[in-house]
């Protein structure tokens, strides 16, 4: 195109795919790119036979800048102030992006964000070897604190903010039409929410974490410290050991370092290819952050750019399965099963659970292959700091390829195979006390358990199995049901009356959904009390809800049961006192009253009557009082389906595709009776 043609807003595929080059024969998989190392740099070659015809988000264009003087005024200002040639306003943009928002874990993303912009800018140019490329400034997104704010009301925007994210990045990616972005990530939500965005874009991207927090020290005890510590003496009748944990739990600056939702996502998008294995468990203020790693990001993102290839070549249906069974072999939070059907969507994908692993397939490869490999903070006793120390996920990563249990075939952002990337950064072995071997597992079970039954037909409960600390009897809890009608009245009670608790309740919070909240807040404050409860006194308290839990939380606590109450769910017709059944060998959840039909049409009627008196909304529902709470309350879809916010419930998905099987089976070298396909 000549020079004067190009018109703002007007989109083009670029760069233009190159041509399908097959470097060598190898046998055919699920993946659209491969690639080997030759001599340091990657090469890529297109298999035509996995690239079926028909509509691809890969199509999007990239917005050029005209020569019209009024739209060219500002563009070439931007580039004198960034120090860039204003020749080069004319080429596709490049950029970076960062998440931000009130709490440690976001202080270090704009030192982070300039190391970065800084590396981008000394690459960009026209001189032999530089990028010919537009640079924009640096922007960046808004969430709120799961620290901070967990126990309160504000914790319903926590994972709205996985939504904000994404819709910010949209603005941003679609409207300045960028051809290639480094995103550097903090804290739980905006992570996905970046995730989402980079493959709804589809254009090169990678992601960073902005790294993990270091573990504080109790000074009177030398007890390492987080802020599940902090969470778990909110409770003790001594104001100033709460005062001392409080000042010594979270110093520094970063997210939260125990396996919780910020580490297992991390490692999530690590594994599916979006972000280099090596850069997940370094610390927020480790120098490679702003030293080593803006070079190497700025390195891949050109390659990729060079290469065309692009965020939905690597998030591929195998790639999501070897990512959901690491999360199992770290232990990983509960959210996991939350943000993975979002991730799945904004891949193409419309439902996970149908199109990329059934519920039965991952209750399988958790209960009989995938054991937990991390002695790792809520379960055990390490944070991520030491998981970097002794050779970083990548140590996982090995250990579970050696064993048969991930498709190292699967496309990076690197530019390699899962499997050449292994190889190259060379980790070493599981030490065995940090990082365990698959055939001598911390724990020989994965850490997740998805439950079905009559009260969750959605089978989307979930238990974090890696959690527990007692209450199965043969991999059963029965317990007497204690409702409660939200989170604040089960605080209330944990504050006034604890003795009130007794052995095997079974607390239910409900109208905390996704809708009924709005925005299906995760409870770290009252698990962590009735973890410190039960231990003080031996005894064993369950929960469940239709919200959600903190990677913090431990105990015997299911999440996510759906259909949640808000929307008539069965947990909306438990009454007090009424037995519940949590039957691990069944992966059911179970109430026996529930079990008589007559029983559960009279509560069925008695809660219609309540919502039709009250206007067609609950009266145990929050109040949605701002924007983003009434979006939330009629649009957000299930927990199964990510959770997201959607008009009218319907699950909406940019180019959808179909989930292509590479007949990669998961197995485990070690337990060889358990190879199972799906």
Not at 202 to 217: A, C, F, L, N, V
Not at 563 to 588: K, Q, R, S
Request: overall charge neutral.
């Amino acid at each position: 195109m000549a020079d004067g043609d190009d018109v703002l807003g007007q989109r083009r595929d670029w760069p233009p795919r190159k041509p399908p080059q097959i470097l060598h024969p190898r046998r055919h998989t699920s993946h659209k790119i491969r690639a080997r190392a030759v001599h340091g740099t990657a090469r890529l070659a297109f298999l035509p036979e996995t690239r079926p015809e028909g509509p691809k988000v890969t199509e999007s264009k990239i917005v050029l800048i005209d020569r019209h003087p009024g739209r060219s005024a500002q563009t070439i200002g931007m580039a004198r102030v960034l120090g860039t040639d204003p020749e080069l306003i004319h080429e596709p943009s490049v950029g970076v992006v960062g998440t931000k928002g009130d709490s440690q874990c976001y202080l270090g993303v704009v030192e982070k964000v300039d190391a970065i912009h800084a590396a981008l800018k000394s690459r960009i140019g026209k001189g032999e070897g530089q990028l010919k490329l537009r640079l924009v400034q640096p922007e960046y997104t808004i969430a709120t604190s799961d620290g901070i704010r967990n126990g309160t009301r504000e914790m319903r925007y926590s994972l709205i903010g996985r939504e904000v994210t994404n819709d910010a990045l949209c603005e941003h990616l679609e409207a300045s039409g960028l051809a290639g972005t480094i995103a550097v990530v903090a804290c739980d939500k905006p992570p996905v929410g970046t995730l989402a965005a980079l493959l709804e874009h589809d254009q090169p991207g990678i992601i960073m974490s902005d790294g993990t927090i270091r573990p504080g020290k109790d000074p009177a005890t030398g007890e390492a410290l987080d802020i599940v510590s902090a969470y778990q003496v909110a409770g003790h009748p001594d104001p100033e050991l709460r005062h001392r944990i409080a000042c010594n739990a979270c110093p520094g600056i970063g997210s939260c370092g125990g396996m919780f939702t910020y580490n297992t996502m991390q490692t999530f998008i690590g594994v599916v290819g979006m972000q280099p294995l090596h850069m997940v468990a370094a610390p927020s203020d480790d120098p490679r952050r702003t030293k080593d790693f803006p070079a190497e990001l700025v390195g891949h993102l050109a390659r990729m750019i060079e290469t065309g290839l692009r965020p939905r070549d690597i998030v591929v249906r195998d790639s999501l399965r070897n990512a959901v069974i690491v999360s199992m072999a770290i232990g990983g939070s509960t959210n996991v099963v939350l943000h993975v059907p979002e991730i799945a969507r904004a891949a193409g994908y419309a439902d996970f659970w149908k199109d990329v692993m059934t519920p039965e397939e991952f209750n399988h490869l958790s209960q009989h292959v995938v054991p937990v490999l991390t002695n790792a903070r809520p379960y055990g006793k390490y944070s991520m700091v030491d998981i970097d120390r002794v050779g970083g996920i990548q140590v996982i990563v090995r250990e579970l390829l050696d064993a048969g249990l991930l498709n190292g075939d699967v496309m990076t952002c690197t530019g390699e195979t899962l499997a050449a990337q292994v190889a190259r950064l060379a980790p070493p072995r599981a030490d065995g006390e940090v990082i365990h071997s698959v055939e001598k597992p911390y724990k020989p079970t994965g850490g997740l358990r998805m439950l079905g039954g009559n009260l969750s037909p959605d089978f989307s409960a979930i238990l974090k199995l890696a959690g527990v600390e007692g209450g199965l009897e043969d991999n059963v809890f029965r317990g007497r049901a204690r409702v409660f009608e939200g989170e604040r009245g089960l605080l209330e009670a944990l504050d006034k009356a604890p003795d009130s608790f007794r052995n095997h309740d079974m607390i239910i919070v409900r109208y905390e959904g996704p809708s009924g909240a709005p925005g299906m807040p995760e409870m770290l404050d009252p698990t962590s009390r009735i973890t410190t409860l039960c231990r003080e006194r031996g005894i064993v308290v369950a929960l469940m809800t239709d919200a959600r839990f903190s990677g913090g939380s431990v105990g015997l606590v299911i999440g996510h049961v759906g259909p949640e109450a808000a929307l008539g769910g069965p947990i909306a017709f438990i009454e007090d006192g009424d037995e519940i059944v949590a039957d691990l060998n069944a992966n059911t959840l179970d109430c026996t009253a529930l079990k008589d039909q007559a029983t559960l049409a009279r509560r069925k009627a008695a809660w219609e009557k309540a919502v039709a008196a009250n206007g067609g909304i609950h009266p145990n529902c929050g109040i949605a009082d701002t924007r983003l709470l009434h979006r939330a309350r009629h649009m957000a879809v299930p927990a199964v389906r990510g959770g997201g916010l959607h008009p009218g419930r319907d699950v909406w998905v940019r180019a959808p595709r179909a989930a292509a099987r590479s007949g990669f089976v998961p197995s485990n070298h070690h337990r060889p009776g358990a190879r199972k396909a799906f």
